[in-house]
């Protein structure tokens, strides 16, 4: 079955504990993007990944970071979390490339994350 | 620049009655929009999208919507709701001049149906 997949679902942690959120997909999409919902905000988009190796920031990429060295894995790192962060985070994937930026995304069902 | 407002962040309706989910968008370019669904503690689906083909766009579940270049609107409408269609509305924009995949989130509209 077609996927992304995200682990933990839920998380709880405290503040300047380092994390990792992962996200896996299985469609061998090379687009991956990572947001976070808050309420009232709707989704805002923290980092993005045209493809291996590459990534660029969204519009909220303070106090995160992510990597992708392969081309299914997008893991999303708090290095120091604070409680500002606090909030539920989707991870994303796409066929993506240059010629189909309307290919729709594929969400993951998300990671609720406190900080405390 | 690109930018989505969705007019209403609550929307009721009975069982049965028609649905419409404003929104309207703002983009440099000719964009590309979607709706996005999201029911609760799942991540989002996509309902439909506009890719300057034809202006009124069907999606899944009875939805569609119609792109109106000259009021800049995306509504999403249904005919007649059912207590399935409960759940989370997204407006959303790709700006296609952009090299790289942008979307802009509209904040949501949460629609409520009632017996």
């Known amino acids: 079955e077609a996927q992304v997949t995200q682990n933990p679902r839920y998380l709880i942690t405290v503040t300047g504990k380092k994390l990792t959120v992962t996200c896996s997909q299985n469609?061998?999409?090379?687009?991956m993007s990572w947001y976070r919902q808050d309420p009232g905000l709707g989704l805002r988009q923290i980092y993005y990944?045209?493809?291996?190796?590459?990534?660029d920031k969204g519009d909220v990429p303070e106090g995160y970071k992510v990597s992708r060295k392969e081309k299914r894995n997008f893991p999303l790192i708090l290095e120091s979390p604070s409680p500002n962060q606090t909030s539920l985070y989707f991870c994303?994937?796409?066929?993506?490339?240059?010629?189909?930026?309307?290919?729709?995304?594929?969400f993951g069902n998300g990671t609720r994350l406190t900080v405390t | 620049a690109q930018s989505v407002t969705q007019l209403d962040s609550h929307v009721s309706v009975s069982e049965g009655t028609p649905v419409l989910l404003r929104c309207n968008y703002s983009?440099?370019?000719?964009?590309?929009l979607f709706w996005y669904v999201q029911h609760p503690n799942k991540g989002l689906q996509l309902l439909l999208k506009?890719?300057?083909?034809?202006?009124l766009v069907k999606g899944i579940n009875g939805f569609e919507a119609e792109f109106k270049k000259s009021e800049t609107s995306f509504h999403l409408t249904k005919p007649s709701a059912h207590m399935s269609d409960a759940a989370e509305y997204f407006c959303?924009?790709?700006?296609?001049?952009?090299?790289?995949?942008?979307?802009?989130f509209g904040t949501g509209t949460r629609l409520q149906v009632t017996l």
């Open positions: 506009y890719t300057s083909a034809a202006t």
């Open positions: 469609m061998n999409h090379e687009y």
């Open positions: 990944s045209m493809n291996v190796e590459v990534t």
């Open positions: 959303v924009v790709s700006d296609r001049a952009g090299t790289a995949s942008k979307l802009t």
């Open positions: 983009s440099s370019y000719s964009p590309s």
């Open positions: 994303a994937s796409s066929l993506g490339s240059l010629s189909s930026y309307n290919s729709p995304l594929h």
